[in-house]
């Protein structure tokens, strides 16, 4: 039963990785009716707060997208690699990783993409270094976003024991920073030059123009991109402060008793608010706030990870008892945990849903919770089987064909830097642990 409930979470997962946009809510929501028909397995909890949650920050990125923040934001980016196009391959990990930081989304990622395969080709760099590295930095800025779906689930599971979102923020932001590090390092080693095939694939580069582009000044900010950006950066840090400091957030009193607003309702309501702010100051008709790319693809992520999250939770809670017994019994060292999430975040293919099915799992197994903070940078693993959307645009914009997926499968572009930046960040993760969160 064990096995034929895997099998329909590896198949349902594949294929909708592989068909992309909604697909995996879909065949998420087909693979649920297997299990409850089939296997007689009961359903978990739907994830609605996550759905919440995503849906109140996919309406503030939309606000700010019709206002023109996020292309003012990836103006800058474009403008600050192409005034050091010798340095894409150290500039691209760091600029993608702000965007996604600042977005809360990776989806974000396709809008710089595109810009560090032409800036690379322009300067004779293969583009596999560099588009390999910004795919990776897009899932740990994501990861590392206070105001991310990641980051939804990991506080709610950690809100009990002390966690605070800042505290989050304090490990996750330096440990993927330095993973990061380290893979840029490692692939800034390897060979740069482009094959002597791509370079025939490459039309000859006007000099001039290359200059042209490379000299044009950093955009200025508009009053609207201004007031956009603004109200999202102070929405963002009152969320983590009102998370931190127990003080700030809304009470009221029921038959003498204070009662507070539970901390997983702050992202919602603060990130609602923000998006009628901006709406309102900025003077945005709805529709255009629907209509953008990011607004789209954050549904489309909404709705996949409704989808999976909700199937993969049901047969972890299904299948717990022999779970646990094959993780205690193989994996009983709490630092092994890692492991798991990097091969349950590689067969979901979705950051998110692996923490909503996993981390039970590992306080069922009483891992301390400052463990599975240290370990969480591991469900980024979803580069191991090269499905993911960020990779495969980036393998479709490489025109030259050095970023690809190899004859096997797993020997792909992204597998070193992917690998690297996970183990830096776990281990920066514990060694941070000791001194954040004693004892």
Known sequence: MFLIGLTILLTTSFLGSRLKGLSLSMLGGLGMLLLLLLLRTPPAEPPVQI????????????AIEA??????????????IRKHPNRIIYLSPLVTYLLTFLA????????????????????????????????????????????SSIMVILAGFLSGTGITIATICKLIIPSTLFGLCIATFVVGQLKQSLPDAAQCLTPDVDPLHVAEKSAR????????????????????LWIVLTDAIKGLLPSWEIAGTKVFLP?????????????????????????RMIT?????????????????????ST?????????????????????????????????????????KAIFPLGIALAIPPKVLLASVAAVNGVFIIPVYPTML???????????????????????????????????MGFILIHTLIPG
């Open 51 to 62: 759905i919440l949650c995503i849906a109140a920050v996919v309406s503030a990125v939309g």
């Open 67 to 80: 206002a023109g923040g996020l292309h003012y934001l990836v103006q800058v980016a474009e403008a600050l």
């Open 104 to 147: 809360g989304t990776n989806h974000i990622a396709y809008s710089i993409l595109p810009i560090i395969a032409e800036v690379s080709k322009e300067v004779g760099i293969r583009p596999e270094r560099p588009l390999s590295l910004a795919v990776v930095a897009a899932l740990h800025g994501a990861l590392a976003s206070p105001i």
């Open 217 to 236: 000044p950093f955009p200025k900010a508009t009053r609207k991109v201004k007031l956009s950006l603004g109200c999202f950066l102070l929405g963002s």
């Open 263 to 287: 901390t997983s309702s702050i992202l919602p309501l603060v990130m609602l608010a923000t998006a009628a702010l901006i709406m309102i100051l900025c003077r945005i008709p709805t529709h």
């Open 292 to 312: 953008g790319k990011a607004f789209t693809a954050g549904i489309q992520g909404m709705f996949s990870l409704l989808g999976i999250a909700w199937l993969s």
């Open 315 to 355: 047969f972890v809670e299904g299948n717990k008892q022999t779970l646990l017994h094959c993780i205690g019994e193989h994996l009983s060292a709490p630092w092994q945990f890692s492991l798991i999430l990097l091969g349950m975040s590689a067969i979901m293919g979705s950051s998110a849903a692996t923490i």
């Open 393 to 427: 645009a980036a393998i479709h914009l490489d025109t030259t064909g050095t970023t690809h997926i190899g004859k096997y499968l797993f020997n792909h572009s992204f597998m070193l830097p992917g690998l690297l930046s996970i183990l830096g960040a776990v281990g």
